[in-house]
């Protein structure tokens, strides 16, 4: 089993800053992407950014130039930092990784998702 914890989600002003952590435990031998998605109220799951155990990153439009995603692959974690916070960015975020495991080959697994309100 692989389990995702995610963290550093809340209450931000407009132009305000937050950086989601999210940490992958169980039995991982090696994570290859890992990402995170957002779903806002109403609307469908959308891609924010994706990167690969490369460094190769990937970013959905309407975050292009504010948010930043890096991971520590030694401790199997992923963090997105962002910035310019808009109110169109309120939505809850999750955490999702590809990840080959000691025991049951590769698995899509996703977090319980951190909220993020950005609000004035």
């Known amino acids: 089993q692989v389990q995702l914890v995610e963290s550093g989600g809340g209450l931000v002003q407009p132009g305000g800053s937050l950086r989601l952590s999210c940490a992958a435990s169980?039995?991982?031998?090696?994570?290859?992407?890992m990402g995170w998605y957002r779903q806002a109220p109403e609307k469908e799951r959308e891609l924010v950014s994706t990167?690969?155990?490369?460094?190769?990153?990937n970013y959905g439009d309407s975050v292009k130039g504010r948010f930043t995603i890096f991971r520590d692959s030694a401790k199997n974690m992923v963090y997105l930092q962002m910035n310019s916070l808009k109110p169109e960015d309120t939505a809850v975020y999750y955490c999702?990784?590809?990840?080959?495991?000691?025991?049951?080959?590769?698995?899509?697994?996703w977090g319980q998702g951190t909220r993020v309100t950005v609000s004035s």
């Open positions: 999702k990784i590809f990840v080959l495991t000691t025991g049951s080959g590769y698995l899509e697994v």
């Open positions: 990167i690969t155990s490369g460094g190769s990153t």
């Open positions: 169980g039995s991982i031998y090696s994570i290859n992407t």
